[in-house]
């Protein structure tokens, strides 16, 4: 079971995305199942809007 930090969204930094991964959504077209936490999304995963890599999201406080 995942805790509150985990579940926390996470916004692409790339300046004209602004996507936000919310695990309460998780990523349809990604195939990310509702639930999945930011950290525990593949490598792989990318910005389903603008193909950045996780390293281009930052946490929302």
Same mark, same amino acid.
Not at 19 to 47: N, R
Not at 48 to 61: H, M, W
């Given at each position: *079971?995942?805790?509150?930090?985990? *579940?926390?969204? @996470? $916004?692409? $930094? *790339?300046?004209?995305?602004? @996507? *936000? @991964?919310i695990p309460a959504k998780g990523d349809k077209k990604g195939g990310i199942p509702k639930g999945t936490s930011f950290e525990d999304l593949p490598d792989t995963w990318k910005c389903p809007l603008c193909g950045a890599n996780k390293k281009a999201f930052k946490p929302i406080d």
């Amino acid at each position: *079971m995942s805790n509150e930090k985990d *579940m926390r969204i @996470y $916004q692409c $930094q *790339m300046a004209t995305c602004g @996507y *936000m @991964y919310i695990p309460a959504k998780g990523d349809k077209k990604g195939g990310i199942p509702k639930g999945t936490s930011f950290e525990d999304l593949p490598d792989t995963w990318k910005c389903p809007l603008c193909g950045a890599n996780k390293k281009a999201f930052k946490p929302i406080d």
